[in-house]
């Protein structure tokens, strides 16, 4: 299907116009045929060779013409026009968060910039606020968003760990297959379950090198070999431009680079030290008395060679982990098959992709006892929030199919909103009627939110508070909020705070989490699912709750049933 290419095509030419501060109208007409095309089910060439262009809403005969230009020539003389005088450096501000076209254009027009230098230069010169509509706080916003872009792009570039793990999952199941590779994992931050990572850092254990690395770099997630040694090979991959170092280790020495490789850099400088006061050497070979290897083949060999115990990747960041490894005192953390179902879901009442049954059958297929169905509440209008008549509807549908179903229970949940006077967004006679209520702020950013979060942590009918600071890891810092005061209420209030295990989320963040939990605060590990397949992101979560320190008992999701509705009663 090439929809998404026409529709990509005809918002460029919109952005094009915008740009150069065209019409409005006709603007719009570009964007509205692009979002159909988007999402039609029919291929779009198929709706051309049929003669049917112009029945696709939106579409007349002038954009029908173009598109008609492009499937027959490859070219859409329009687009070239439009960007003909609009440099691509112009093009390429659009990527920074709330920074539309009409502004690039006025500052194009009245202060010249024509790329992200110039648009940094005339922030900091003051011009920028200066421009009537603009002022000192767009200037602040733009900036910090200026930031993230750069963090995404660039030679620093680091990737949020979900942008990987699908590829990664792939390149694992690829070795797992190869006869030539005998182990493998993956070390770095990835396996240490960091937010975001710099590059893919993977090992393997073989007798056959020159055969395994011949077999990896013909792997079709690669892109581009950029350096193939003997024991190591670095390369790009495809789809995300992120690159992956492969190391080919003998036996002897796997778990010594395993360690090595692992990291953290801290983490190995500290085992260093250690080392060296016994009279050893650490190395990514093996651990050395004088000339002699005592230890290399797997990592539990060598902690307990330095007197400590295992410590497991997500800890080994130096944060007193070493210490307590010394001790014999690690936390007990969760595992990442302690979960026993997700509280936090969507389903096609408000924005979320299935229906209630479908979900709930699939989260007892993915080993699960029971699911919590929490769509959103009217206030948020923009996912199709939940009225209260919607509501009492999927309450009842939800009680008849957890009439047939065994050892498998559906949670009847909602995601409230948290209004601006810090009221949720139902009534207290339906909120009654719900097993837990979650509250959450999606409106109103910067105004009044750690007052209205307290004022929701006191409501007897809120169960837990989501996602607590609102950031997205790749755009967007979050809440203006007091997260110390907010703790403080939900211990008081005996209130469970929740770890957002969507990959852009990851809220709380791993040190938010820990001091949480040293309060002797509950949270809940959930996906916020909105379709199946978002699932898969618990584990990112489970591994933001490890790096916390986090125990199993202090997450309400790793109960069972009865203990979990014991936990989210309603007190008093
Ligand atoms: P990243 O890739 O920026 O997310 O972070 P890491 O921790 O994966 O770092 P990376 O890929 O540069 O190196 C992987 C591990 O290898 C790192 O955690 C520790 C080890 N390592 C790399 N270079 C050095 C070094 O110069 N000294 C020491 N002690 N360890 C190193
Ligand atoms: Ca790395
Ligand atoms: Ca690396």
């Known amino acids: ?105 006025l500052l194009h027009k009245k202060l010249g910039v024509n790329d992200l230098q110039d648009l940094k230069k005339v922030i900091q010169n003051g011009s920028f606020s200066e421009i009537e509509g603009l002022g000192d706080k767009k200037a602040e916003k733009i900036l910090e968003n200026i930031k993230f872009y750069e963090e995404r792009t660039g030679k620093d570039r680091r990737f949020t760990i979900g942008e990987v793990m699908p590829m990664v999952e792939e390149i694992l199941a690829n070795l797992k297959k190869s ?70 280790l003998p036996a002897e020495s796997y778990g010594a680079a395993l360690l090595y490789f692992t990291g953290s850099k801290d983490h190995n400088v500290k085992l260093r030290g250690l080392a060296i006061k016994k009279g ?16 290399g083949k797997s990592e539990k060999e060598i902690y307990n060679l330095l007197g400590m115990d295992f410590i497991p990747p997500e800890l080994r960041e130096n944060r007193g982990e070493v210490e307590l490894a010394l001790e014999g005192k690690l936390p007990d953390l969760i595992d990442y098959n302690d979960i026993k179902g997700n509280l936090h879901t969507h389903t096609k009442y408000s924005d979320g992709k299935n229906s209630i049954k479908e979900l709930a059958s699939f989260a007892k297929d993915f080993g699960y ?58 009534k207290d006679e339906i909120l009654e009627k719900l097993d837990f209520v979650i509250g959450a702020i999606h409106s109103g950013f910067k105004k009044n939110v750690t007052r209205r979060m307290e004022k929701a942590l006191e409501n007897p009918y809120l169960t837990i508070l989501a996602h607590p600071t609102g950031r997205l890891i790749s755009s967007r810092v979050g809440y203006e909020v007091d997260l110390e005061k907010v703790m403080e209420k939900a211990k008081e209030e005996k209130k469970i705070l929740e770890i957002n295990a969507y990959y852009d989320r990851l809220d709380l963040n791993e040190f938010n989490a820990r001091e949480a939990n040293e309060k002797g605060i509950k949270l809940c590990i959930s996906t916020d699912a909105h379709n199946f397949d978002m699932f898969k992101w618990m584990n990112l979560g489970v591994g933001i709750a490890r790096r916390a320190w986090i125990p199993s008992n202090s997450v309400i999701n790793t109960y069972v049933l009865a203990d979990l509705l014991n936990i989210i009663k309603r007190n008093g």
Do not use: C, W
Not at 19 to 36: D, W
Not at 75 to 96: A, G, Q, R
């Open 179 to 248: 006869k030539s590779v005998k182990r493998f994992s993956t070390a770095g931050s990835l396996r240490r379950m960091k937010e975001t990572v710099g590059d893919i850092d993977i090992l393997i254990e073989t007798a056959h090198s020159e055969k395994a690395i011949k077999e990896f770099i013909s792997f079709p997630e690669i892109k581009k070999v950029l350096e193939a040694g003997k024991t190591k090979v670095s390369v790009m991959l495809k789809d995300i431009d992120i690159q992956m170092d492969i190391r080919v």
């Open 1 to 105: 299907m090439r929809n998404r290419e026409v529709a990509d095509l005809l918002f460029k030419i919109a952005d094009g116009l915008d740009l150069s501060g065209e019409n409005f109208f006709k603007i719009r007409a570009y964007r509205k045929a692009g979002n159909v095309i988007k999402d039609l089910p029919e291929d779009i060439e198929k709706i051309y060779k049929d003669g049917n262009l112009t029945n696709i809403e939106g579409v007349g005969s002038g954009i029908a013409k173009k598109i008609e230009e492009y499937l027959t020539t490859g070219k859409m003389t329009k687009l070239e026009e439009v960007t003909k005088d609009v440099p691509e450096s112009l093009f390429n501000l659009l990527n920074i968060r709330d920074l539309g076209p009409r502004t690039i254009h």
């Open 280 to 295: 050893l050497k650490i190395n990514e070979y093996g651990v050395f008395k004088k000339e002699k290897m005592v230890a």
């Open 369 to 426: 006892s029971y699911l919590g169905i929490t769509d959103h509440s009217a206030q948020a209008a923009y996912a199709n929030g939940l009225k209260e008549d919607d509501l009492k509807k999927q309450i009842d549908e939800i009680d008849a199919l957890n009439e047939n179903l065994k050892d498998f229970r559906i949670l009847k949940g909602t995601e409230s909103d948290i209004l601006p006077d810090g009221s949720l967004d139902f």
